[in-house]
């Protein structure tokens, strides 16, 4: 998708973009460790930190990330200021029968290592059983469907680009469940000395996506929320010259739930970044600092 953006935007053909760039996988902590929780192993920075590593040792030029994966810290020399056209942040119900949460059984096993889904689905559901589920994306509706659980939630970002939206049951309304900070986008990082290559990303930045994810990530960076911490957020224009942002925190069990809201003029990354600190200290005052140290 990256190479994809720059070509279109630097007249390369294919064979031209083949010439100018190429990819190189890299295997994270992340994708390599699937028996344990995220939150049990240090956190979302598993899926980043091999690929920052290559960028300082100057063994790639940029490295793309699913930006809800992504710290809101950054390595010294290394900077994020590139995105792509957001997907839809909203998550997925994969279920063996119902299209609502409301439509699972009583005590219904639901797989998921999220912390943020498991709060919000125990806030809604305190009777289903939460399952641990890791893995790729086959893997994990692969679960539901030898019916090792009734249910699980994914990014419908990633059924989309995989062409797996068909196995969802319902996308779920924002009301039903906020996504992560900066779900369903791309982020494009790269060492902040490397002007050239700057100025082309600019050339692909969204300018949307990018004052929303801003927005985000700010409230997060305030809230300072580890990834034991279940908390979402969602920024996205309302009319020409507002954004609206609602964001939330809650309590691992989903007893407790904060909820703030803004909707304010924003033009300008450092607009969109003061509406997300104005948010976050709100909640972060309303809650009190002891209830993100988990």
């Known amino acids: 998708m990256v190479i994809a953006a720059l070509a279109g935007v630097m007249n390369w053909s294919a064979e031209e973009a083949a010439i100018h760039t190429s990819i190189v996988p890299i295997k994270t902590s992340g994708d390599r460790i699937q028996d344990r929780p995220l939150a049990d192993l240090g956190g979302k920075g598993l899926f980043a930190k091999e690929l920052e590593e290559a960028l ?19 390595p010294e020399g290394l900077i994020l200021d590139c995105v792509l056209p957001r997907e839809d942040p909203r998550d997925a119900l994969i279920a063996a029968a119902g299209e609502h949460l409301e439509d699972l059984p009583k005590n219904a096993r639901f797989g998921t290592s999220s912390v943020r ?39 419908i970002a990633g059924l989309n680009r995989l062409g797996k ?8 309304d924002i009301s039903e469940m906020l996504p992560a900070v900066a779900q369903g986008a791309i982020g494009i990082e790269c060492r902040g000395q490397d002007k050239k290559l700057i100025e082309a990303l600019q050339r692909i930045n969204d300018a949307e996506t990018h004052l929303a994810v801003t927005l985000e990530r700010e409230f997060l960076t305030v809230l300072d929320g580890s990834c034991k911490t279940p908390i979402g957020g969602y920024a996205r224009r309302s009319g020409d010259t507002k954004i609206l942002f609602e964001g939330c925190a809650l309590s691992p069990d989903g007893k407790i739930r904060f909820d703030v809201s803004r909707k304010e003029i924003a033009h300008t990354p450092d607009e969109a970044r003061a509406i997300g600190r104005s948010a976050g200290e709100e909640l972060l005052a309303r809650a009190g600092r002891n209830f993100f140290q988990v």
């Open 56 to 74: 300082l040792r100057n063994e790639i030029d940029c490295a793309v990330h699913s930006l809800k994966d992504m710290p809101t810290a950054l």
């Open 165 to 172: 939206q068909a196995s969802a049951r319902a996308v779920l």
């Open 117 to 155: 889904r498991q709060a919000m689905l125990l806030n809604r559901r305190p009777d289903l059983r939460i399952v641990p589920l890791r893995g790729n994306v086959e893997t994990r509706l692969s679960k539901v469907t030898a019916g090792e659980m009734e249910a699980t939630v994914l990014a």
